[in-house]
């Protein structure tokens, strides 16, 4: 089992920008595909991007794309989501997910493992 612990979230004004981190522990790290999803006020829980165990790999809601980069640094068990540009539609509790297999490194890939999620809202 891996535990996982999201941090960096906070307050920032539209076309800030924030790092998430996410910080793994209880299993080899590298061995896990990593993946962010996001929960706005209302709606359900939505993709935000995912990233393979390597890191050569990552794919991007339409959403976020050119404006969020997903990314791994294996030697420190931890994932990152560099958020740029924010806009106040990016407000929303965000999570990060792992699992050692996933079908897919899209919307409809499904992950075990799960963080408590970290808040970030965006004022206009």
């Known amino acids: 089992q891996v535990q996982l612990v999201e941090s960096g979230g906070g307050l920032v004004q539209a076309g800030g920008s924030l790092r998430l981190s996410c910080a793994a522990s209880?299993?080899?790290?590298?061995?896990?595909?990593m993946a962010w999803f996001r929960r706005a006020p209302g709606k359900e829980r939505e993709f935000v991007a995912a990233?393979?165990?390597?890191?050569?790999?990552?794919n991007y809601a339409d959403s976020v794309k050119g404006r969020f980069t997903i990314s791994r640094d294996n030697a420190k068990s931890t994932a990152y989501l560099q958020m740029n540009s924010l806009k106040p539609e990016d407000t929303a509790v965000y999570f990060c997910?792992?699992?050692?297999?996933?079908?897919?490194?899209?919307?409809?890939?499904?992950?075990?493992?799960w963080g408590q999620g970290t808040q970030v809202t965006v004022s206009s």
């Open positions: 209880g299993r080899t790290f590298s061995n896990y595909v």
């Open positions: 990233i393979n165990r390597s890191g050569g790999l990552t």
């Open positions: 997910a792992a699992d050692r297999v996933v079908i897919s490194l899209g919307p409809h890939g499904e992950y075990a493992y």
